[in-house]
């Protein structure tokens, strides 16, 4: 059995690596990969590179993620932060159904307030009963009604907005 998983863990680091895995009962590789436990082994093969990033290649990134689509958002993200000479800002806008769902939140806020070129908005599209949002917006399109979710959203709620670009701005999402 195979799937394409991104790990999250670094890719300087040597001997292990760290994926997020959303286990389904019925998924043949989630299933058993959430039941693999700390420190046992797992055959895998790669790495398969999609994307090379070099550091300052843009002046910002623009990052949309759905679900577990994160987890290469994430590599990225945790990439350009970890160069202090990398000045790119990075706007995430990370959508998930609920705010249980939202994967890597405690790593994501963590970043953002040590990193003040990196700013996150989370968006669900329903919030239990007797649970409270900040913000909830619902992208027009993608299930009807709702608010759309523009260029101006990731200025107006990280601010301050990121300086003209001195490069291109570079776009990218994943999602599930």
């Given at each position: 059995?195979?799937?394409?998983?991104?790990?999250?863990?670094?890719?300087?680091?040597?001997?292990?690596?760290?994926?997020?895995?959303?286990?389904?009962?019925?998924?043949?590789?989630?299933?058993?990969?959430?039941?693999?436990?700390?420190?046992d082994?797992?055959?895998?093969?790669?790495?398969?590179?999609?994307?090379?990033?070099?550091?300052?290649?843009?002046?910002?990134?623009?990052?949309?993620a759905?679900?577990?689509?994160?987890?290469?958002?994430?590599?990225?993200?945790?990439?350009?932060?970890?160069?202090?000479?990398?000045?790119?800002?990075?706007?995430?806008?990370?959508?998930?159904?609920?705010?249980d769902?939202?994967?890597?939140?405690?790593?994501?806020?963590?970043?953002?307030?040590?990193?003040?070129?990196f700013?996150?908005?989370?968006?669900?599209?329903?919030?239990?009963?007797?649970?409270?949002?900040?913000?909830?917006l619902?992208?027009?399109?993608?299930?009807?009604?709702?608010?759309?979710?523009?260029?101006?959203?990731?200025?107006?709620?990280?601010?301050?907005?990121?300086?003209?670009?001195?490069?291109?701005?570079?776009?990218?999402?994943?999602?599930?």
């Amino acid at each position: 059995m195979a799937k394409p998983y991104t790990p999250v863990s670094s890719p300087r680091q040597q001997g292990t690596m760290e994926l997020v895995v959303k286990a389904y009962p019925t998924g043949s590789v989630s299933k058993y990969l959430g039941g693999v436990g700390v420190g046992d082994a797992v055959e895998v093969k790669g790495p398969f590179t999609k994307f090379k990033y070099a550091p300052n290649t843009w002046s910002a990134v623009g990052l949309v993620a759905g679900g577990t689509g994160i987890t290469p958002m994430y590599q990225l993200i945790t990439e350009i932060l970890s160069n202090p000479r990398d000045r790119t800002a990075i706007r995430l806008i990370y959508a998930s159904r609920t705010p249980d769902d939202i994967l890597l939140k405690a790593e994501l806020d963590a970043l953002a307030a040590k990193h003040p070129q990196f700013k996150v908005i989370y968006t669900v599209d329903s919030v239990p009963a007797g649970k409270t949002w900040k913000v909830r917006l619902r992208v027009g399109g993608l299930g009807g009604g709702g608010q759309q979710i523009t260029r101006p959203h990731i200025h107006t709620h990280s601010t301050p907005p990121p300086p003209p670009p001195t490069h291109p701005t570079h776009r990218a999402r994943w999602g599930t």
